[in-house]
């Protein structure tokens, strides 16, 4: 199919391969993908692969692919360290702990989490991580839920 193809020639051109994971995600199709990736990974050993679980991902069982080091939990609360450790996947540099919000240019928590989400995307697109249509799709994202939860709080 011309579309394999396509994928294919892109995976041949990355440097990193992020499998998305969410609650309509075929386990099947997920691990065809992650074979995949690994294969490509024993043909480059700098190639990385992250597996990103959605915020409505099902329990994946990750001891089945010992060869991925690379995990990105959107599932927890805490999405600014799932955003730190992709960005860092991204890169191909260990995690490590997450750079602080700066609290001087947000007055709101929300406001600090997507501040520090667009600055990331910024950085992918500056790196040529990420096509711009993708970028201004997630920029949408984000800055559509920072709106939503800062009306919620607001009452």
Same mark, same amino acid.
């Given at each position: 199919? &011309?579309?394999? %193809?396509? $994928? ?8 990193? =391969? !992020?499998?998305? /994971? ?43 692919? &010992?060869?991925? %080091?690379? $995990? ?8 600014? =360290? !799932?955003?730190? /450790? ?59 839920? !920072? ?9």
């Amino acid at each position: 199919m &011309p579309w394999e %193809t396509a $994928w294919d020639s892109g995976m041949d051109q990355s440097r990193c =391969y !992020a499998i998305c /994971v969410g609650k309509q995600t075929s386990m099947d199709w997920f691990k065809q993908e992650v074979q995949r990736a690994i294969r490509r990974k024993q043909e480059i050993p700098s190639f990385r692969v992250l597996i990103v679980l959605l915020p409505d991902a099902r329990e994946i069982d990750v001891d089945v692919f &010992p060869e991925l %080091t690379t $995990w990105v939990d959107f599932r927890n609360l805490d999405h600014s =360290y !799932a955003f730190h /450790v992709l960005v860092c996947g991204v890169k191909g540099i260990p995690p490590g702990p997450p750079p602080k919000p700066r609290m001087e240019t947000t007055d709101t928590w929300t406001g600090m989490i997507a501040e520090v989400r667009l600055r990331e995307l910024q950085q992918f697109k500056q790196g040529k991580l990420i096509d711009d249509s993708v970028a201004q799709e997630f920029q949408r994202i984000i800055l559509k839920k !920072a709106w939503l939860d800062i009306d919620e709080t607001k009452g």
